[in-house]
């Protein structure tokens, strides 16, 4: 992530939380943690989670996450729903110096508070988390240390690590039986292949001299990354461990999600402000759809009928509806919105 020139950072530890109630709203009418969903946008600029409500597109809450400057850039969610968890990264974007983070905050979305964090006891710069449905287990890309770190999340306790063997792994996708793992090397331009039962590295697939994001296809034999040196997804074969193929983009891409269907791949452009759509049948961008300033992630609502897409420099996430292709609502969330999850 680029920081925009000007942008002062002061660390100072304190931990706020604060209620945005709106006219005509009540906050008791979503609750997180039971049957109504809730989008959470972790807002690097405010270092804040904003708790959306889909339904109305409208930011109900904001949680501070405590330090001014030293911020957050993704979240996850537990299995019930109910709890949060968002790693400090620092005060930087990866591979750029500064403040070095070591913890990982644990939020209560039912009271909106934090309630605990997980201390990696150094600085790591723990950037992305995920949970596998499979195994429960959390986990949590672990860039200085070259790994990813394994969480019991119902006990918040570190319970293992998995080398990746490479400088800034910054991003993870789990295959959907949990065993393999795949982590975009930001500044090397690779791509780490993780046994996450055995954990340990099983292949580092050369890419690009920059990627960035990282994906993984509805029936798990595709894995998507974009190319920061050229205009171009890669696109990689999960059973032979290589570069399948490459598809020209209409500009640097950066977060990808595919369609549950498995027929479409979405990637967000920032310098074009747009989001493509690539066929996943021809391997190529069949559509673009515009996009406020510089969208960064793309989350697909459970029902795999609109995606969301944070806009980084606009503070807004947009939603799209998947049978119209276009923007169907702007949510306004914070100043520089990133990571994306859902709560049920």
């Not at 934090?114 to 672990?142: A, C, E, K, Q, S």
């Not at 119902?154 to 063997?165: D, E, F, H, P, W």
């Amino acid at each position: 992530m680029t920081w925009p020139m000007g942008y002062i950072f002061q660390p100072m530890r304190k931990l706020v939380f604060q209620n945005l109630l709106l006219p005509g709203l009540c906050l008791g009418l979503i609750p997180v943690g039971g049957s109504a969903q809730t989008l959470l946008v972790v807002n690097q600029g405010d270092t804040t989670l904003s708790i959306v409500d889909p339904v109305s597109a409208r930011q109900v809450a904001t949680i501070a996450e405590g330090t001014a400057g030293v911020h957050g850039h993704e979240v996850a969610v537990s299995a019930d729903g109910r709890t949060a968890f968002v790693p400090i990264y620092g005060s930087s974007g990866v591979g750029k110096p500064g403040i070095d983070g070591h913890e990982m905050l644990v939020i209560d979305l039912p009271t909106r508070k934090i309630v605990g964090d997980i201390d990696f006891g150094h600085g790591v710069r723990p950037h992305f988390p995920l949970l596998d449905p499979v195994t429960g287990l959390l986990y949590v890309t672990t860039e200085l240390d070259k790994t990813v770190t394994v969480i019991d999340p119902r006990t918040s306790k570190i319970v293992g690590a998995v080398a990746t063997g490479q400088e800034q792994s910054h991003m993870l996708a789990l295959s959907h039986d949990g065993r393999r793992g795949y982590t975009a090397n930001v500044g090397p331009g690779t791509i780490s292949v993780l046994d996450m039962v055995g954990r340990k590295t099983v292949a580092i697939i050369p890419v690009s001299g920059e990627v960035q994001r990282i994906s993984i296809s509805s029936d798990g034999k595709l894995v998507f990354t974009a190319d920061q040196t050229k205009p171009q997804l890669a696109v990689i074969d999960t059973a032979t461990n290589r570069v399948k193929t490459r598809v020209a983009l209409p500009g640097l891409g950066y977060g990808t999600a595919p369609t549950p269907d498995g027929r479409w791949l979405l990637v967000a452009i920032p310098s074009a402000n747009q989001v493509a759509v690539v066929d996943l049948r021809s391997m190529q961008v069949v559509r673009r759809i515009e996009v406020p300033s510089s969208p960064q992630e793309i989350l697909l609502r459970p029902d795999g009928k609109i995606a969301y897409v944070s806009c980084n420099a606009s503070g807004q996430v947009a939603a799209i509806d998947l049978a119209q292709w276009s923007v169907q609502k702007l949510i306004v969330a914070g100043k520089y919105a990133d990571g994306l999850a859902w709560a049920k």
